[in-house]
């Protein structure tokens, strides 16, 4: 089992540049189901999801091909519209194939997702909106199974909660169902706005992304396309705290500032200097970070669950002590416990976190519990004096492409065992 090894307490120094959205390419990715054509799609992170999503797009029939950071589809032939228990264990996300599969087929099977290392994540409000749209479904045995007897039919749908998946999913059902769908209280994520750029870039009609009531009018046919996905706003996150926490002054290429402008504002609060010049960014450290007094995660453009395990870190060796509050996933603490081995005084009460601040980490043998919160483990084993041995790290590369040769190109000492 390969394990990531960290001598750390170095100073970093560059540049680097930021990868793809995961959170933007899954999506994407699923929606070329729906057109029968080859797509492009570029600006695409070499990460295991993105692998993950390319089986399934296999498995259902559709011809895919990588180059470099090119992933090619070819949609023209579904043969399929099930998606195995394996390949839904591969990827909680694969759940976001279900509204493109019941849009290009008419029909879906799919295990249910069921839990996953951030605590229980139903899909209830994914399939109340299908139903609205007209499909049945029924749940067997673990499988739900998706029929529409008739057509996908455009309809109101108002989330309960602005669930990025389920709006993402709506999206991707409705584009090309017949009539108008609207969905309030929609999810504001940068992400939701890609996918429906990529979608209308094909010939969809989406508007109103970004804000809380989006609009799709159905259309019959999408048309081949190329998109290039936006940059992955929590990878930036991980850089800019990986730069906070060893004192050092980084320079990051291919960020969207505006799509981070909650967590840039809590790095300044924290005593970084933030400069943005375009899609780049300097990140100049303080002698000592700065306490930040609460925090609270959000939906967007609230502060990220995402960037809370980084956050969390580069607080536990501030001056003081802070709060976070994670009001978004129920289990998003569990790499808390790691981080304490490493030296870190962070105490837990429910959804809370209390992190005193310390002046030192000190290397240990830890192990990744979730794709942020190895990301944060990471993060604090730079910072830590010497050598921190990370294992279970394949919850990482779901997310990030190349982290060990991107930290060690910025002077990192860093190298996968
Ligand atoms: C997406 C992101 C994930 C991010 C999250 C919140 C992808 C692939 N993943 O996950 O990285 O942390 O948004 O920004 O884009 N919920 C329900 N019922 C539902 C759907 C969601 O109760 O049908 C609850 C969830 O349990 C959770 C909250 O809503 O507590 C947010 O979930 P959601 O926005 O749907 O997140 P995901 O799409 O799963």
Known sequence: MAEILINGNKKLTGKISVQGAKNSVLPILAGTLLIKGECEIHNCPNISDVDASVK????????????????????????DYKISEDLMREMRSSVMFLGAIIGRMGKAVISNPGGCELGPRPIDLHLLALQKMGVQITEEHGFLY????????????????????????????????????VIHNAAKEPEISDLADFLNSAGAKICGCGSDTIYIEGVKNLHATSHSIIPDRIVAATYISAAAVTGSEIYLDNVMPSHMVSCLSLFKESGCDIVVCGKRLKVIPPKRLQRIPTVRSLVHPGFPTDAGPLMITMLSLADGTSIFVENIFENRFRYVGELNRLGANIKIQGKTAIIEGVPKLWGASCKCTDLRGGAAIVVAALAAEGQTVIGEISHILRGYDDIVGNLSSLGADIKII
Do not use: M
């Open 56 to 79: 399934i797009l296999e498995a259902l029939g559709c011809k895919c091909s990588k180059q470099n950071d090119c992933v090619t589809v070819d949609a023209s032939c579904v043969t």
């Open 146 to 181: 998706c029929d529409v007897p008739n057509r996908l039919n455009g309809t109101e749908i108002h989330l309960s909660f602005p669930s990025v998946g389920a709006t993402e999913n709506i999206i991707l059902a409705a584009v090309t169902a017949s009539g108008t769908t």
